[in-house]
């Protein structure tokens, strides 16, 4: 009888030790899932932040000013449309500004292909036009942040004088008297280089529009 009785205690013993060893390794292995878990959550979250730095970097240098230099065939236009500035106490810091109204009116000017055939006055004005059309031409807004195109713009930019694009009535020697874009989806500031036009501009017919 306690022959039989030391059996069952041994193989009870066994059987204790058994769940014991299968407890351990269920635990072992839990701890080896909740461990494995937590170093992919943490890869992911260190990928997450990479990510975002890289992201972070990219809009800081896109929001950093780039200048342009002048090339020396366009030094010469460059200086007068700077000293015609200077002479109205205009400002000039823009002009090589890459993505100012001014840097974008001035390089159009200098592509000009009868540009060589303009005196200097003809030259501002249409400086001066091009500025106009850059600072009002689907600007973005707080109010208007996806401008539509103007309705009229025909001839706007393009070789053809001045006084022929839409909206321009110009004197009898060429000079621009008055503009009249109304209701034309102009968006943005009106530029300050519309003084360069100071003695022959009269007239300004912008209503019903964004800009101001």
């Not at 700077?82 to 109204?101: G, H, V, W």
């Not at 592509?111 to 850059?134: G, H, I, P, V």
Request: hydrophobic share 35%.
């Amino acid at each position: 009888m306690m022959d039989e009785a030391n059996d069952m205690r041994v193989k009870s013993g066994m059987r204790e030790d058994d769940d014991f060893w299968e407890f351990a390794s269920t635990l072992q292995t839990r701890r080896r899932g909740i461990l494995l878990c937590a170093i992919t959550a943490s890869l992911l979250l260190l990928v997450v932040m990479i990510a975002s730095t890289s992201k972070t970097r990219k809009t800081n240098e896109s929001q950093i000013p780039t200048y342009a230099t002048v090339a020396e065939e366009k030094k010469e236009l460059f200086e007068m449309i700077e000293d015609a500035l200077l002479s109205l106490n205009l400002p000039t810091e823009n002009l090589l500004l890459t993505k100012s109204y001014q840097y974008k009116a001035f390089d159009w000017l200098s592509e000009n292909t009868n540009l060589e055939r303009y005196d200097d006055s003809r030259k501002l004005q249409r400086f001066a036009m091009a500025c106009f059309y850059y600072s009002t031409f689907q600007v973005t807004t707080k109010h208007i942040p996806e401008p539509s195109p103007w309705v009229y713009q025909e001839y706007w930019l393009t070789d053809k004088h001045e006084c022929d694009w839409t909206g321009i009535h110009c004197t009898a020697s060429k000079r621009v008297h008055s503009i009249s874009l109304e209701k034309n989806n102009l968006t943005g500031k009106l530029p300050l280089e519309l003084t360069l036009l100071k003695d022959t501009l009269m007239g300004l017919d912008l209503s019903t529009n964004a800009s101001h």
